[in-house]
């Protein structure tokens, strides 16, 4: 009998418990005890709800108090000696010590966290694990047997989850002298046994091994060590899948078919066109687990087209044949049946968590029982909602079809090539060598975003949220001018957040009330949801930046944020293309920098923090997704006239790959992180001529110290061996929201000083 089963559940709760829970705990206001219970609650709340929608083999191990990454290196006894306490065993506090870092006690003891960075393409983080040559495994931690211990109890059939041992290595970081960190995996190996082991004393038949960079191209070693790792786990007790996800296993598929286990999963939603050939080349005696509820998205699955597909491997496989999310649904938000406030269309239209265990289960059980009244009025009602999506007047707009219809290749492209653009900029600009600016936002005080929730829940009238906003304007421009800055901002008080700000003005987006997602931590973010074409009614920004500009004889700079990032940021549409939503996005914006043109702005900045976020998996989708991209970008940024300079802002620093795309955006100023690299990211600028202007940002914003003007002044010196000094803007890192204002004025202090500084010496 095809098996329904669930690779994890989201851990953060329907009214994110958990998140109210950890950052009680942290603050003293709930003790270990009581965190404790909330989670021991939401587990058995999980596992509960799981079960009565039908899913028959429950996933344990997937809740963790801070990161799954985390609970690995605790469990594996991989903590770093900072973290290391006298003798003890780690606690609860060594795991939050590990993800938060600890400050300064009485004396110098402080450690810095650990580094997160994104889970493969999602806005999930995790916490690098950091390995040392002379590393050594020992299991360390019993999370995962007491949540085994404790859904045992319960009564629950659970497969405990554990991500892959060359995963694990893969996403670590070897740390001290240089060295490969596979050559750690003989070490990590028997700990991988004791677990089995350990396991199978508990009664478990079945363990679920996350080896999600099966779906990476790998490197030849890697592959090799797949072999060799699961042929040794083979002698360990269990029955083990193997799951991939969030891509195919293209050139790796004959090695995942092949590897010595009992299962193989892999993601159908992401890689539809792997089917066919998993099938030739599985192992008659492996189940294969089919991933056909999108875990990433929030639509309901078309389940006939689904089950389309799961009948074809029944055929081959019977019940070697299980059905399941394509991914853990930690990506996805909880419950829709949360949402009062969807209206009934839409809600129809949408999937949640809980929703998504509901409809892998009824396609197993359209496998086992078509006729059962239960799976026919499944299939029905998802037929009614496929045909409704298709033809509904909410989704599909002429009029913004008919506008992308007509667009020809001369929107992507400005008038002149950027040598005579910058020509005229300057000429109309008159901006100083070395000129200063910020990314945009200053610092968001609990008076903005008082005035802001006093607004929405109506106690502030629009024309009171307005003047309070003017009075911010007007104090952030006060303060660049004495500063002495070159260009200014507005300093996006009015706005909440980059994209749901545009999102909430655009025709096109809906907004739920509770889909969260946990980011990292106790950290969730409830992207807004793209249901339809989109379009822009009428203008966003244009107001305020107006404002800002009457306020001042010194430039304004527009703030948008850009088509991509808009994309990336949002739960996307899932009968279009990423592409086409982008291009909407981008005439969208595009009329907005247009109408800011309109109204006497020189200078327009269009934020793309995800730029470099939407580069698919495998390098082979690379080109394609970059060619795309880069077109959105042009397409928002070139309706304006050559004197218009297009600023656009990038705030990491990994550029290598990239950089020709984004050369090839065109904007005529870019901005990007440079400080905490001290500078190194522009080596890549020696192999690659990048030919526009470039602010390399001189002071990281991530942290409250102020550095002096003598070391932004270093870094000057030091970016002006790779980019010629006339190209060169002076700005931070990113933007300053997170900031407070006294930190803020004295880094800018310095940062004019030392553009002072660096212009004097060039005279
Ligand atoms: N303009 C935005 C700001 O200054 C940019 C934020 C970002 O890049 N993440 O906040
Ligand atoms: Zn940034």
Same mark, same amino acid.
């Given at each position: 009998m095809a098996l329904a089963h669930n690779l994890g559940f989201p851990r953060?709760?329907?009214?994110?418990e958990l998140k109210k829970a950890l950052e009680a705990y942290w603050k003293g206001e709930l003790d270990e005890a009581g965190l404790r219970a909330v989670g021991r609650g939401l587990r058995a709340a999980h596992w509960q709800v799981q079960k009565s929608a039908g899913i028959e083999l429950l996933p344990v191990?997937?809740? %963790? $108090?801070? +990161?799954q990454v985390l609970t690995h290196s605790l469990t594996f006894g991989?903590?770093?000696?900072?973290?290391?306490?006298? @003798?003890g065993k780690p606690t609860l506090d060594t795991l939050f010590a590990m993800a938060r870092g600890v400050s300064?006690? &009485?004396?110098?003891r402080g450690a810095h966290a650990q580094e997160m960075t994104k889970w493969f393409d999602s806005n999930y983080h995790y916490l690098v694990p950091e390995f040392t040559a002379d590393q050594q495994f020992a299991l360390s931690w019993e999370q995962l047997f007491e949540e085994v211990e404790e859904a045992r109890v319960l009564g629950h059939n659970v497969k405990p989850v554990i991500i892959g041992p060359l995963t694990y290595l893969w996403l670590g970081k070897a740390k001290? %002298?240089?060295?490969?960190?596979?050559?750690?995996l003989e070490r990590l190996l028997p700990v991988y046994g004791e677990i089995l082991q350990r396991l199978a004393t508990q009664g478990i038949e079945w363990v679920q091994i996350d080896?999600?960079?099966? #779906?990476l191209d790998l490197p030849q070693a890697w592959k090799n060590a797949f072999e060799r790792a699961y042929n040794l786990l083979q002698k360990e007790p269990g029955k083990k899948l193997i799951a991939t996800y !969030?891509? @195919? *296993?293209? +050139?790796?598929l004959g090695l995942a078919a092949a590897l010595p286990v009992d299962g193989l999963h892999i993601d *159908?939603?992401?890689?539809?066109?792997q089917f066919p050939a998993i099938l030739d080349r599985l192992p008659a005696y492996k189940v294969l687990s089919l991933?056909?509820?999108? @875990?990433?998205?929030?639509w309901r699955t078309d389940l006939e087209k689904a089950l389309d597909v799961l009948q074809q491997a029944h055929e081959r496989l019977g019940s070697r044949l299980w059905v399941a999310p394509?991914?853990? *649904? =930690?990506h996805s938000p909880v +419950?829709? &049946?949360?949402?009062?406030? =969807?209206?009934a269309e839409l809600k129809s239209w949408l999937a949640f968590a809980v929703q998504k265990c509901q409809e892998v289960a009824v396609l197993a059980r359209a496998l086992r029982e078509p006729q059962a009244a239960e799976v026919q009025a499944a299939l029905a009602v998802s037929r009614a909602v496929q045909a409704g999506r298709a033809a509904s007047p909410r989704i599909h707009k002429p009029q913004v079809q008919a506008r992308l219809a007509a667009v020809? %290749?001369?929107?992507?492209? /400005?008038? &002149?090539p950027f040598a005579e653009r910058i020509a005229k900029q300057r000429a109309l600009l008159k901006l100083p060598v070395f000129p200063t600016t910020t990314i945009g936002s200053f610092p968001q005080t609990s008076a903005i975003r008082l005035a802001r929730q006093s607004f929405k829940s109506g106690k502030l009238s629009a024309a009171e949220y307005t003047e309070a906003m003017y009075s911010e304007i007007r104090h952030s421009v006060d303060v660049q001018e004495k500063l002495g800055l070159d260009v200014l901002v507005h300093?996006? #008080?009015?706005?909440?957040?980059m994209v749901e700000y545009f999102a909430e003005q655009l025709d096109g987006y809906a907004f739920t009330r509770f889909g969260w997602v946990q980011s990292y931590g106790s950290r969730c973010v409830k992207p807004a949801v793209i249901v339809g074409d989109l379009s822009r009614p009428?203008?966003?920004?244009v107001s305020w930046i107006e404002y800002a500009q009457r306020c001042t004889d010194k430039l304004m700079k527009g703030m948008l944020t850009g088509p991509v990032t808009m994309l990336m940021w949002s739960f996307p549409?899932?009968?279009?293309s990423r592409e086409q939503q982008a291009r909407q996005l981008a005439l969208a914006i595009r009329d907005e920098v247009v109408d800011l043109e309109a109204a006497g702005i020189k200078v327009i900045q269009i934020d793309e923090a995800a730029f470099r976020e939407?580069?698919? *998996?495998?390098? %082979? @989708?690379w080109q394609h997704y970059l060619d795309w991209a880069t077109e959105a970008f042009r397409l928002t940024a070139s309706?304006?006239?050559?004197e218009t300079q297009i600023h656009t802002h990038m705030?990491?620093?990994? !550029?290598? +790959?990239v950089i020709e795309s984004i050369a090839a955006m065109d904007a005529d100023v870019i901005t990007i992180e440079t400080s905490r690299s001290d500078m190194e990211l522009l080596r890549a600028f020696e192999a690659f001529d990048y030919p526009n202007e470039i602010g390399p940002g001189v002071?990281?914003?991530?942290?409250?110290r102020v550095p002096d003007s003598n070391e932004m002044a270093q870094l000057l010196r030091k970016a002006a061996q790779w980019v010629p000094a006339e190209r060169l803007w002076v700005n931070?890192?990113?933007?300053?929201?997170? /900031? #407070? $204002?006294p930190e803020t004025e004295a880094a800018l202090v310095n940062m004019v000083a030392a553009a002072r500084q660096l212009r004097s010496e060039l005279a």
């Amino acid at each position: 009998m095809a098996l329904a089963h669930n690779l994890g559940f989201p851990r953060i709760g329907r009214d994110r418990e958990l998140k109210k829970a950890l950052e009680a705990y942290w603050k003293g206001e709930l003790d270990e005890a009581g965190l404790r219970a909330v989670g021991r609650g939401l587990r058995a709340a999980h596992w509960q709800v799981q079960k009565s929608a039908g899913i028959e083999l429950l996933p344990v191990g997937d809740f %963790a $108090w801070y +990161d799954q990454v985390l609970t690995h290196s605790l469990t594996f006894g991989v903590i770093p000696e900072r973290f290391h306490k006298h @003798g003890g065993k780690p606690t609860l506090d060594t795991l939050f010590a590990m993800a938060r870092g600890v400050s300064n006690h &009485s004396c110098c003891r402080g450690a810095h966290a650990q580094e997160m960075t994104k889970w493969f393409d999602s806005n999930y983080h995790y916490l690098v694990p950091e390995f040392t040559a002379d590393q050594q495994f020992a299991l360390s931690w019993e999370q995962l047997f007491e949540e085994v211990e404790e859904a045992r109890v319960l009564g629950h059939n659970v497969k405990p989850v554990i991500i892959g041992p060359l995963t694990y290595l893969w996403l670590g970081k070897a740390k001290g %002298a240089e060295f490969d960190r596979l050559d750690l995996l003989e070490r990590l190996l028997p700990v991988y046994g004791e677990i089995l082991q350990r396991l199978a004393t508990q009664g478990i038949e079945w363990v679920q091994i996350d080896e999600p960079i099966l #779906a990476l191209d790998l490197p030849q070693a890697w592959k090799n060590a797949f072999e060799r790792a699961y042929n040794l786990l083979q002698k360990e007790p269990g029955k083990k899948l193997i799951a991939t996800y !969030f891509s @195919g *296993l293209d +050139d790796n598929l004959g090695l995942a078919a092949a590897l010595p286990v009992d299962g193989l999963h892999i993601d *159908l939603v992401r890689a539809p066109e792997q089917f066919p050939a998993i099938l030739d080349r599985l192992p008659a005696y492996k189940v294969l687990s089919l991933g056909v509820v999108n @875990g990433r998205n929030v639509w309901r699955t078309d389940l006939e087209k689904a089950l389309d597909v799961l009948q074809q491997a029944h055929e081959r496989l019977g019940s070697r044949l299980w059905v399941a999310p394509s991914c853990s *649904l =930690l990506h996805s938000p909880v +419950d829709l &049946s949360r949402e009062d406030q =969807l209206d009934a269309e839409l809600k129809s239209w949408l999937a949640f968590a809980v929703q998504k265990c509901q409809e892998v289960a009824v396609l197993a059980r359209a496998l086992r029982e078509p006729q059962a009244a239960e799976v026919q009025a499944a299939l029905a009602v998802s037929r009614a909602v496929q045909a409704g999506r298709a033809a509904s007047p909410r989704i599909h707009k002429p009029q913004v079809q008919a506008r992308l219809a007509a667009v020809t %290749a001369q929107y992507s492209q /400005r008038q &002149s090539p950027f040598a005579e653009r910058i020509a005229k900029q300057r000429a109309l600009l008159k901006l100083p060598v070395f000129p200063t600016t910020t990314i945009g936002s200053f610092p968001q005080t609990s008076a903005i975003r008082l005035a802001r929730q006093s607004f929405k829940s109506g106690k502030l009238s629009a024309a009171e949220y307005t003047e309070a906003m003017y009075s911010e304007i007007r104090h952030s421009v006060d303060v660049q001018e004495k500063l002495g800055l070159d260009v200014l901002v507005h300093g996006e #008080a009015e706005r909440n957040d980059m994209v749901e700000y545009f999102a909430e003005q655009l025709d096109g987006y809906a907004f739920t009330r509770f889909g969260w997602v946990q980011s990292y931590g106790s950290r969730c973010v409830k992207p807004a949801v793209i249901v339809g074409d989109l379009s822009r009614p009428k203008p966003m920004t244009v107001s305020w930046i107006e404002y800002a500009q009457r306020c001042t004889d010194k430039l304004m700079k527009g703030m948008l944020t850009g088509p991509v990032t808009m994309l990336m940021w949002s739960f996307p549409r899932d009968d279009i293309s990423r592409e086409q939503q982008a291009r909407q996005l981008a005439l969208a914006i595009r009329d907005e920098v247009v109408d800011l043109e309109a109204a006497g702005i020189k200078v327009i900045q269009i934020d793309e923090a995800a730029f470099r976020e939407g580069l698919p *998996l495998r390098r %082979a @989708g690379w080109q394609h997704y970059l060619d795309w991209a880069t077109e959105a970008f042009r397409l928002t940024a070139s309706g304006v006239r050559d004197e218009t300079q297009i600023h656009t802002h990038m705030c990491y620093s990994e !550029f290598n +790959d990239v950089i020709e795309s984004i050369a090839a955006m065109d904007a005529d100023v870019i901005t990007i992180e440079t400080s905490r690299s001290d500078m190194e990211l522009l080596r890549a600028f020696e192999a690659f001529d990048y030919p526009n202007e470039i602010g390399p940002g001189v002071y990281d914003i991530h942290s409250p110290r102020v550095p002096d003007s003598n070391e932004m002044a270093q870094l000057l010196r030091k970016a002006a061996q790779w980019v010629p000094a006339e190209r060169l803007w002076v700005n931070p890192d990113c933007g300053l929201k997170t /900031r #407070a $204002w006294p930190e803020t004025e004295a880094a800018l202090v310095n940062m004019v000083a030392a553009a002072r500084q660096l212009r004097s010496e060039l005279a």
